[in-house]
């Protein structure tokens, strides 16, 4: 059953009816790698029905393998096949969004992309100190977007503080930003 350890952070996918004689009985070993025959989720998960409740099975092969998952973490393959049960690795969601953010950027579209979000949210120009510099200021909207460079509309996003609210998420993406 999936389960939370109460103030722990960790969470328990290991279905109890579940051994790893289970898992090799539905799945191919091919070299170093245990490739699952079954379902796969949408998304390439391979997954399974124990119990009448659908487990994601790399979390319960991570776990039967003694390993707890923290709160945070995702269970995915190092060896790249989406259906691999042996190369598995715990991984953080935020340096997976890291990694997918540094992927996007190798392609032109990707950078495109990110550089038209950037612009929007006034970051291509505005670090930290200015977007201080800008809240601490009582000059006209126009004025300093023109000093500065940016759109006016950049540096009411400031004022309202829809861009720089979160300084330490938003500081990152500037560093990329930056960086371009
Ligand atoms: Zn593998």
Known sequence: ??????????????????????????????????????????????????????FNVRNVVYELSGRNLRKGYVVRPTCGNPRCLACLTAISVSAMRKESMQRQLQSPLGLKMFQDRARLAGLSRIGPELAAEILASDEPTNVLAERHGVHRRSIERIRKRETWRAPRIASSVFNLAQTL
Request: net charge positive.
């Open 1 to 54: 059953m999936t389960k939370r350890i109460e103030g722990s952070g960790i969470r328990v996918h290991k279905p109890k009816a579940w051994t790893m004689t289970d898992v090799h009985q539905r799945s191919d070993e091919v070299g170093e790698c245990l490739i699952w025959r079954n379902a796969i989720s949408d998304s390439g998960v391979p997954k399974a029905s124990i119990g009448g409740r659908i």
